[in-house]
């Protein structure tokens, strides 16, 4: 069960210090040592931030990631990424998307840089008492939405076509991933995976049905990987899932109501749900009913990150309420995603979102 009454989803608005740093890296004119250097001063000082504002929970802000997801993945052998331009609101980003390359599986013979992030980032919650260090990766999913459903790749090495050989090796992959975790000290973990979101939107779906798959196909697909991912997870491990409607520096990237995914997803044991809800796009909270007297937490995502508008604490307390009644008593309140799916961020900036942080721990009166 996840006893917790506020939390974070993960990122934090990347400070001017580290997106320098991170330039110079990328152009060689800084050493792999001399940024993680300038990225430990910059998450020692966040994790202190954190605290000083009344987070119980914290995170590394994802200070050593480009991306959300495709950081963690590269942790896996046989994934990869190529880069590429995309348009979008009229504007051509540079981004990456991930594809299969060979067998899938987490090779605990050599270095992980994820592992060693959380091992500093343990390091600095320990300072404070009562204060947990919370791992936040990218979920299993996410494999299978780059290759097959953004790349479009139906033929993968080593697989080829065996879609169900591919499941079972990601799960073993993440099963192994998690126990590892789990042995540098990790007790909360967040496992984030917008792949359900993209199987909401009316336009995405097309694009399935055009490379030949089924909706229903495909959320079976993810129902299995995401559950057998958690098999002989430790006992007293919290594991909780985070998904939203995509924030590409500050844009969402589709748009749904979850009556269709929330009855497969609740199925899956995670101690709670971390849901998006920061304005009508999201519809009711009806769909969550089917939470209600499995133990499992369901984190509700009042507040955005994405929209520099502060919400009043009258309104994020209303909706709280009408959460409540329809969910039950296992609530708790959280923003709708990070403020940095990419290190870019999102169009807000540091004082706003330390703002909304103070929103959430003031909430705490009414939670």
């Known amino acids: 069960m996840l006893n917790i009454k506020y939390d974070i989803v993960g990122s934090f608005l990347r400070p001017g210090k580290i997106k320098k740093a991170r330039q110079k890296y990328a152009d060689g004119n800084l ?66 998307l991930g594809y299969i390359t060979g067998k899938i599986y987490y090779n605990q013979e050599r270095v992980h840089p994820e592992i060693e992030a959380f091992d500093f980032l343990l390091r600095e919650a320990e300072k404070y008492p009562g204060v947990t260090a919370k791992k936040c990766i990218s979920g299993p999913n996410m494999i299978l939405v780059d290759n097959y459903l953004q790349m479009g790749i139906k033929e993968v090495p080593y697989y080829g076509s065996n879609i169900n050989a591919l499941i079972e090796d990601i799960a073993l992959a993440y099963q192994d991933a998690i126990k590892d975790l789990y042995e540098h000290g990790c007790r909360y973990l967040q496992i984030d995976d917008t792949s359900w979101t993209y199987m909401i939107d009316e336009k995405f779906l097309k694009k399935v049905e055009s490379l030949g798959y089924k909706k229903s196909e495909v959320l079976e697909w993810f129902k299995r990987v995401s559950t057998r991912s958690l098999e002989d997870r430790p006992a007293d491990m919290v594991i909780a899932t985070h998904f939203c409607k995509g924030n590409f520096k500050g844009n969402p990237l589709f748009s749904g109501f979850y009556d269709s995914v929330a009855p497969i997803i609740s199925q899956i044991p995670y101690d709670g749900f971390f849901v998006e809800y920061d304005d009508e796009r999201s519809g009711s909270f009806e769909p969550w009913s089917i939470l209600k007297g499995t133990g499992a937490t369901f984190v509700a995502g009042l507040i955005s990150t994405k929209n520099p508008v502060l919400e009043s604490y009258d309104e994020i307390k209303r909706r709280y309420m009408k959460a409540k009644e329809v969910v039950g008593a296992n609530i708790a309140l959280s923003p709708q995603c990070g403020f940095a799916s990419v290190e870019e961020g999102n169009c807000i900036d540091e004082d706003t979102q330390w703002k909304k942080i103070d929103l959430l721990v003031r909430c705490k009166s009414f939670l």
């Open 31 to 96: 050493s792999l040592e001399e940024l993680r250097k300038i990225e430990d001063e910059a998450i020692r000082e966040l994790v202190s931030t954190e605290v000083s504002h009344g987070l119980e929970f914290v995170t590394d802000g994802e200070f050593r990631r480009r991306w959300w997801h495709l950081d963690w993945l590269k942790e896996f052998d046989g994934f990869t990424t190529k880069h590429l331009d995309k348009e979008r609101n009229d504007v051509v980003n540079h981004i990456e």
